[in-house]
Each structure stands twice: as structure tokens, then as C-alpha cells.
């Protein structure tokens, strides 16, 4: 679960992150606001009206969805699991009350905070982005500073000042988490080293020997 206010480089990072790490794959949520510039239907998002939004909740068929900055978004359920089932590992960007919801439904899910430097530079950022109204950047601001005390619900922060190191520390944390304890395939441990082998022979003394021992007897 991938965070972060408006304007930090969330989806920059995470496209690339997803282009650079074997075995995860971006959760494409639905929304009912327009598309951007350059945003195609179904790869950034999937565009939809919100009669449709509507319907798919009463449907139950969101793992989460939350209204933000007067849109809705929201993660298919179907979509997730799917990939889930698969063996694979699912990113997804959600806002802060998304991630609250998954939290509830997924305990083993990785929570990871992006935060610009300093305010001052997302100010810069959302500005330069374009398309949004002075008023409009000043409300994802104030939203940036009531949403930022979220970080302590999250596993990790990444500061995204320089964009490689950040992306660095993005797959940091992925390959870490995968080999952690916890994840590790017991099947293969225990059939590895835990489970007792036919690889010895007795002796008339009681001692073992190896295969490559019991070869060279007389």
C-alpha cells in the first residue's frame, strides 16, 4: 500500500517501480474523475460515471473506495484477489482512508508512506504540474498537513527528494519484505533441512555412514 499527498511523485514512483521489480504488479482502481492529460481509460485508471461507482458499491465489489477531493476512487476486489491467488505481489496507490479499510481486510499488507522534503516543495510541485486552480492547490495543501500525521499507520517513509533514491529505497523495502521470516516457504525449509533423510547406513559399532562412505566399504 502506497501513499502519499497529492503532488509527492506517488505515481511516477510507482509506475517505475513496477517496471523494475519481477513479480509486481499495479492495482488499476476505478474513479469517477476525469481523466488527465496523457491518462488513458484502463491503464492509469479505469474513468467511470458515478451512477456506475454507486452501483459497484452496493454490489460490494471494493476491497476499498473513498471519496478524495471530490472523487471517488476505489480498489476491485476481484482484480486483487485474482492477482493475489496468483503468487504475485499487488501494489496499490490508495489514499489514507483507503488504507485504513485495506488494513482492516488484509493483515499481512506493507504500508508505505511518500513524502516530499518540505511542503514549500510540493507547493512547487503542484504548481508546475498544471491543470489545477490556486484555490485547488491550496486545498491539497491543507489536506497534505492534516493527512501527514497518518505516517505513524505506516510501515515505512520514503522521502522522495531525489527520484533514484527513492526508487532504490521502493525496492528496498520489497525485497526485504519478501524474504522476511514470516513469508518463508515452510515446505521447503522443512523438506531441506529439518526432515530426516534415508542418506546414512548403520555399521556393526552403531556409527553412520555417508552415502559416499558406504561406497567404498569392502
Same mark, same amino acid.
Given at each position: 500500500? %502506497? ?5 509527492? &511523485? ?6 517505475q517501480l513496477v517496471a523494475? %521489480?519481477?513479480?509486481l504488479r499495479h ?5 469517477t474523475? $476525469?481523466?488527465r492529460p496523457g491518462e488513458?481509460h =484502463?491503464?492509469e +485508471?479505469?474513468? #467511470?460515471e @458515478?451512477?456506475l461507482f454507486? @452501483?459497484m458499491i452496493q454490489? !460490494?465489489e ?5 471519496? #478524495? +477531493? &471530490?472523487?471517488? +476512487?476505489?480498489?476491485p476486489?476481484?482484480?486483487l484477489t485474482?492477482?493475489m491467488n496468483?503468487?504475485?505481489d499487488?501494489?496499490?496507490?490508495i489514499d489514507?482512508?483507503g ?7 488484509f493483515? *499481512?499488507?506493507? /504500508?508505505i ?6 511542503l514549500?516543495t510540493?507547493?512547487?510541485r503542484?504548481e508546475?504540474r498544471? &491543470?489545477d ?8 495543501l491543507q489536506k497534505a498537513?492534516?493527512?501527514v500525521w497518518? /505516517?505513524? !499507520? +505506516? *510501515? /515505512?517513509?520514503v522521502? !522522495?527528494?531525489?527520484?533514484k533514491q527513492a526508487l532504490?529505497?521502493l ?6 519484505e519478501?524474504i522476511k521470516t514470516?513469508?518463508?516457504n515452510i =515446505?521447503w525449509?522443512e523438506? !531441506?533441512?529439518?526432515r530426516? $533423510?534415508? @542418506?546414512?547406513?548403520?555399521v556393526?559399532? =552403531?556409527?553412520t555412514?555417508?552415502?559416499q ?6
Amino acid at each position: 500500500m %502506497v501513499s502519499a499527498p497529492s503532488g509527492a &511523485g506517488k505515481t511516477t514512483l510507482c509506475k517505475q517501480l513496477v517496471a523494475t %521489480v519481477p513479480g509486481l504488479r499495479h492495482s488499476i482502481s476505478y474513479t469517477t474523475r $476525469k481523466p488527465r492529460p496523457g491518462e488513458v481509460h =484502463g491503464r492509469e +485508471y479505469f474513468f #467511470v460515471e @458515478d451512477q456506475l461507482f454507486q @452501483d459497484m458499491i452496493q454490489r !460490494n465489489e471494493f476491497a476499498e473506495w473513498a471519496p #478524495v +477531493y &471530490g472523487h471517488f +476512487y476505489g480498489t476491485p476486489r476481484s482484480a486483487l484477489t485474482g492477482m493475489m491467488n496468483q503468487g504475485l505481489d499487488v501494489l496499490l496507490e490508495i489514499d489514507t482512508q483507503g488504507a485504513t479499510q485495506i488494513k482492516k481486510r488484509f493483515e *499481512d499488507a506493507v /504500508y508505505i508512506y511518500i513524502l516530499p522534503p518540505s511542503l514549500e516543495t510540493l507547493r512547487i510541485r503542484l504548481e508546475n504540474r498544471g &491543470g489545477d486552480a490556486p484555490e485547488e492547490i491550496q486545498r491539497r495543501l491543507q489536506k497534505a498537513r492534516e493527512e501527514v500525521w497518518s /505516517y505513524r !499507520n +505506516y *510501515d /515505512y517513509i520514503v522521502r !522522495n527528494d531525489d527520484m533514484k533514491q527513492a526508487l532504490q529505497e521502493l525496492e528496498a523495502i520489497i525485497l526485504a519484505e519478501r524474504i522476511k521470516t514470516k513469508r518463508l516457504n515452510i =515446505g521447503w525449509l522443512e523438506e !531441506n533441512f529439518i526432515r530426516e $533423510k534415508d @542418506d546414512t547406513s548403520t555399521v556393526r559399532d =552403531g556409527s553412520t555412514l555417508t552415502p559416499q562412505q558406504e561406497n567404498r566399504r569392502p
